[in-house]
């Protein structure tokens, strides 16, 4: 025990220093100003782009739409036991109807024929074991897809 009491005990001191510096207050947010171009895609891969059509007016390029399913109409709804579709091709193309779920589940394909261009009138039965409920009638023609909600009683 002697020997400790001979020794110094040095304690911390507080820096002097550091206790008296503040932090600087920023009152703004600072703003990071760039000059960059906003990206305009060019005419490459077939895309052009939509302003790019709609400020040609002269005639050189014209772009249409391609539609092959221009209108379609569904009725009763709610079906029970029949649906009738109305549909207006441009040309003659594949049609395809399903009964999708609302999960997008295929439940039942009504249709998978080849059909001439014009008004079409289609009447297609719905199958017993469909349950009542809320389904999707998605109906391809070419790459142009059309779904409709039904109800089924």
Known sequence: MSVFCGLNVLAQRQDSII????????????????NVPTYKPKSA????????????????????????LTVIKVYPNPVTDQINLILKLDRESNLSV????????????LANERVAAGEQTKSYNIPNRLNSGIY??????????IVKRISVL
């Open 19 to 34: 206790s008296n510096v503040r932090a600087k207050k920023i009152y703004k947010t600072p703003q990071i100003k760039a």
């Open 45 to 68: 891969f077939g895309y052009i782009p939509y302003n790019d059509v709609l400020a040609n007016t002269k005639g050189t390029t014209s772009i249409k739409a391609d539609k092959i």
């Open 136 to 145: 999707f009638l998605k109906v391809v023609s070419g790459s142009e897809t």
């Open 98 to 109: 399903k009964i999708m779920d609302l999960l997008g589940n295929e439940v039942v394909t």
